[in-house]
């Protein structure tokens, strides 16, 4: 792969066409260099001048057009990775079959890269039986087809169908350039739960204690699970202002006691639960009804703590047999101990199955787009996780929980 991924952004003939352009942008200010290759119907919903634009590249449709280059072999065969945004059933079922009538299905039929479909259209067409076989036909030859997200579709209708956030989509393809064989199907029928983000603890109406976690490595762990095949509930606290990840079903909470209580529940029904989110140890003990103002005499109040329950430790103790169990620890090296001393023992003490470890800092961990650290299991396994993308390390965790599963299937 050369400095510049080279990219090809198929574009289907659907009204979600428009967030392609979302998607090419996302693209092109992340270094990389994309080839939009758009179906005819796809522009009547966005021109050819809009996509030239934005990727600095000519747009064709047929393989008429640049002859001499033989171009309806040559963008698929030179392409480090092809995407589908929008792909509707009607672009699924050609791909599924092999059809070949434009320069986009030429495309897909010559790329040897990493091919990632994003549907987009109504659920009737998403839950149709030839749309489930053509999809299930695409993923048995190792192509991806992500599960479309929930929400408002074309005109007043709702439901399964729609397309994936663009910031989604263009994460899920950077982790597919970096890990082409990141989002197998090895998740099917697994029921997941994933908390992420920051409780936040009231002291007044107006200010409360809270932590620097933005939610994005949770939302990084439901996104990868879900595009892996898991049903996946999310709980999420305080976060970053992050897309939905599609696919997921999300809970919303603010303090640790209400993400205690989500979890719980949902955990109730689970394969795997994991627990990123970053729950604040304590709270203050009492909330002051009104605003807790300055004295004139300059001496500031004193606020009193008391703990908050250990949300992992309850799951722990209520865990049924089978059921997986992941912490996530923020650690700092002292005098007592370095990093992996201090997770050494909170794996341990915690009895989970897997703890990831992140040594934090200024610009480590927290609010920021990358993440490392190691992770442990129970039966001694001390992994190091490089650095890369949240959806990078999401993904060494869900291979390590696939392992598991496949080793207690095959024990019983």
């Not at 729609?162 to 029928?189: C, F, K, N, S, T």
């Not at 699970?225 to 999420?236: C, D, F, K, S, W």
């Not at 989500?262 to 709270?283: C, K, Q, W, Y």
Request: glycine share 8%; net charge neutral; proline share 5%.
């Amino acid at each position: 792969m050369g400095t510049r991924p080279r990219v090809v952004l198929g574009v289907g003939g659907g009204i979600a066409a428009y967030k392609a352009c979302e998607v090419l942008r996302g693209l092109t200010e992340t270094g990389h260099d994309v080839q939009v290759v758009p179906t005819a119907a796809a522009l009547n919903f966005v021109g050819a001048a809009t996509f030239e634009a934005l990727s600095g590249n000519p747009v064709n449709t047929d393989v008429f057009s640049r002859v001499p280059e033989v171009q309806h072999v040559r963008v698929g065969q030179e392409a480090d990775l092809v995407l589908v945004v929008p792909a509707t059933a009607d672009l699924l079922a050609k791909a599924a079959h092999g059809l070949a009538d434009d320069l986009l299905t030429n495309t897909l039929l010559t790329a040897r890269c990493p091919v990632a479909f994003f549907p987009a259209m109504h659920t009737e067409m998403w839950e149709h039986p030839a749309t489930r076989d053509n999809v299930a036909l695409l993923r048995s030859r190792g192509v991806v087809v992500t599960e479309p997200d929930s929400g408002r579709l074309t005109g007043k209708d709702t439901g399964k169908g729609r397309l994936a956030h663009p910031q989604e989509i263009v994460e899920l393809a950077r982790l597919l350039l970096a890990r082409p064989d990141a989002l197998p199907r090895d998740l099917e029928g697994k029921r997941v739960v994933v908390s992420a983000g920051g409780t936040r603890e009231p002291l007044d109406p107006v200010r409360f204690l809270g932590n620097r976690s933005s939610g994005k490595q949770g939302y990084a762990l439901a996104r990868v699970a879900a595009q892996r095949g898991a049903e996946v509930t999310l709980v999420a606290a305080h976060t970053a202002a992050l897309p939905d990840p599609a696919g997921v079903h999300l809970v919303r909470v603010s303090t640790a006691e209400e993400l205690q209580a989500a979890v719980t529940t949902a955990a109730e029904a689970a394969d795997v639960v994991v627990m990123a989110a970053a729950v604040a140890d304590f709270r203050p003990a009492t909330r002051a009804e009104h605003k807790i103002k300055k004295k004139d005499d300059g001496s500031a109040p004193t606020v009193a703590l008391t703990r908050n329950p250990d949300v992992l430790a309850g799951l722990v103790e209520r865990r049924r047999p089978g059921q997986l169990m992941v912490g996530f620890a923020a650690e700092t090296g002292d005098e007592n101990g370095s990093v992996l001393d201090h997770a050494r023992a909170k794996l341990k003490r915690k009895g989970v199955d897997l703890l990831v470890v992140n040594a934090v800092g200024e610009g480590r961990a927290f609010e920021v787009d990358e993440n490392t650290g190691w992770l442990l299991s129970s039966d001694g396994l001390e992994q190091r996780i490089p650095m890369g993308s949240k959806s990078e390390l999401a993904t060494a965790v869900w291979d390590a929980v696939s392992e598991l599963v496949r080793t207690g299937e095959r024990s019983q």
